[in-house]
């Protein structure tokens, strides 16, 4: 099975967005090194913890610092852009890096009504009209097309359809798309749109059968207690998101409990709770049991995490742990 990452160029409490850039850079080269197949970068605004808002531009510098790994958004919110802009931006980066873009598009702002407004697209939601001309613009130029993005016609960019609802998967379905799914921090309809997504899937030229992804948060360290307080610094942060008090990453702590609180402890755990932790052989048992229940195509495995020397061993535990999965599959 193919394993991707996703991050989102965490800014850590006593850094800085230069510093979160230059560790992204440096875990997409390890990442490359240890078999990942796709390095997806996510767009949010008005958020100190994530230096991805400018997500193309960011895509452009980690392509450029690999060689063969794909790498790609996860996504794009569409309603915060003109299509016509982002076909251009990921046909710049198709024709620089030919084969290795992928483009992920969600429906979610990506931040709250005052972001919409700065970005002079408030209240917008014209998602499968936007997708749609995104496809045409991607395509080869017809004889008299009003529009032509340059570059961008002819590269077919391949796309690929994010959702935590019935919505996305159905959307994906009827028009015989890729979907990922965003079970690493909202998966209470997982099961739902996937079996959605399977059983009404529409095959399209470019894809003839349905290929679902899923998303796993992995903290994965040499001892277990080493990991579950990794864990803390995104359990804490999710739980100032929700108290709409984002801030940098937190540094971990011992006990999460005395830091947010059992009830938002329990309210976080639940979010998310498709998460391995743990030593390479419990992340690769817990993995194996995700796996196992949602048969995906693909998995995405994601974790922010405070230090940088942790993430990068994280990651590389957890590739080891999928490629003696994938050793015993075989």
Request: charged content about 20%.
């Amino acid at each position: 099975m193919r394993y991707s990452l996703l991050d989102l160029s965490p800014v850590a409490e006593g850094s800085d967005a230069r510093e979160a850039i230059a560790n992204t850079v440096d875990l997409a080269r390890h990442a490359e090194a240890l078999g990942y197949h796709r390095f997806w970068l996510a767009e949010h605004h008005n958020m100190p913890g994530i230096a991805s808002a400018a997500t193309s531009v960011l895509i452009g510098h980690v392509a450029g610092a690999t060689k063969t790994m794909r790498v790609g958004a996860g996504g794009i919110m569409l309603g915060n852009h003109a299509p016509l802009a982002i076909a251009e931006q990921f046909g710049t980066l198709e024709t620089m890096y030919s084969g290795r873009i992928d483009l992920g598009l969600g429906r979610a702002p990506g931040g709250d009504m005052n972001v919409m407004r700065a970005l002079y697209r408030p209240g917008r939601d014209d998602f499968p009209k936007d997708v749609a001309l995104l496809q045409q613009l991607f395509s080869p130029a017809q004889p008299g097309d009003p529009i032509i993005a340059v570059p961008g016609e002819g590269t077919n960019v391949p796309l690929y359809i994010l959702g935590s609802s019935l919505f996305g998967a159905g959307f994906a379905a009827q028009n015989g798309l890729p979907y990922a799914f965003a079970s690493h921090f909202a998966p209470d309809a997982m099961e739902d749109a996937l079996r959605l997504y399977r059983e009404s899937y529409q095959p399209s030229e470019a894809h003839p059968n349905p290929y679902a992804m899923i998303a796993i948060n992995v903290f994965a360290a040499d001892t277990r207690e080493q990991a579950v307080r990794m864990r803390t610094s995104m359990q804490q942060a999710f739980a100032r998101l929700r108290t709409g008090q984002p801030g940098k990453l937190p540094a971990p702590v011992d006990d999460i409990e005395a830091a947010i609180g059992t009830q938002m402890t329990q309210a976080v755990d639940h979010a998310l709770r498709i998460t391995a932790t743990g030593t390479k052989s419990e992340v690769a048992d817990q993995i194996a049991a995700i796996l196992e229940r949602h048969r995906p195509d693909e998995v995405i495995l994601t974790g922010n995490i405070h230090g940088h020397a942790d993430r990068m061993r994280s990651f590389e535990i957890a590739a080891e742990a999928m490629q003696e999965q994938s050793a015993l599959a075989a």
